[in-house]
């Protein structure tokens, strides 16, 4: 079956850092991507959307600017949280959708991110 | 809007007992309707899908039926097992989209 792949699976910062997540479909294209966050024992909440090639969609009350989404081809998209706060810890989860199919959302892993 | 509700957990059962999660959504159209299922420290895996009304979708001893007239998509499985613990969550996506909006998960714990 189809997979993503999320890495890393966990990281540690310190405040003010940037880190770099990465998202991978590794046996198909992935023309969309998505990336969510998830709080303890809460729902995901969508962050935005990335297209392959343009900008990504942001959701209300996400900032661009923290959260910055690249998807340079049709294989990867990363997010990078830029100067992090001990706020920013969570995990975060990014899915794809296969551009042949109508098949639903592969989901990655999710990463573990804290900050001290 | 569209969302997703789904019943509070934690639930608990012990082993062979009947399960149900339920969900219920509201949306406009006729939205495709997902489960997923999340263990401990790993992403989401989907578990089953029903994209009209009245489909059932099922995998690994696991049902739901798409019922418009109820707008709900409850989890079913006739006997759980301990390697069933996990947080469970309903979905939706709107026609013509793939963005998925989620319930809160409801968590499920198997006794032996």
């Known amino acids: 079956g189809a997979v993503v792949s999320q890495h890393p699976s966990w990281v540690i910062c310190k405040s003010g850092t940037s880190v770099k997540i990465e998202c991978r479909s590794l046996?198909?294209?992935?023309?969309?991507m998505f990336w969510y966050r998830q709080f303890p024992k809460q729902s995901l909440m969508l962050m935005a959307t990335s297209n392959e090639g343009s900008k990504a969609t942001y959701e209300q009350g996400v900032e661009k600017d923290k959260f910055l989404i690249n998807h340079a081809s049709l294989t990867l998209s990363t997010l990078t949280v830029t100067s992090a706060h001990p706020e920013d810890s969570s995990f975060y989860i990014c899915s794809a959708r296969d551009r042949q199919d109508n098949s639903p959302l592969h989901f990655g892993n999710g990463t573990r991110l804290t900050v001290t | 809007g569209n969302s997703v509700t789904q019943m509070e957990g934690p639930v608990t059962l012990s082993e062979e007992a009947f399960l149900t999660i339920n969900c219920t959504y509201t949306a406009t159209g006729y939205p495709s309707l997902f489960w997923y299922v999340q263990y401990p420290g790993e992403g989401l895996q989907l578990l089953l899908k029903?994209?009209?009304?009245?489909d059932k979708g099922s995998n690994k001893g696991f049902e739901a039926t798409y019922r418009k007239e109820t707008t709900s998509f409850h989890l079913e499985k006739g006997s759980v097992q301990v390697s069933d613990s996990a947080v469970y969550f309903c979905a939706l996506s709107p026609p013509g989209t793939y963005k998925y909006i989620f319930g809160t998960g409801t968590r499920l714990k198997v006794l032996a």
């Open positions: 046996d198909f294209q992935a023309t969309t």
């Open positions: 029903a994209t009209k009304a009245d």
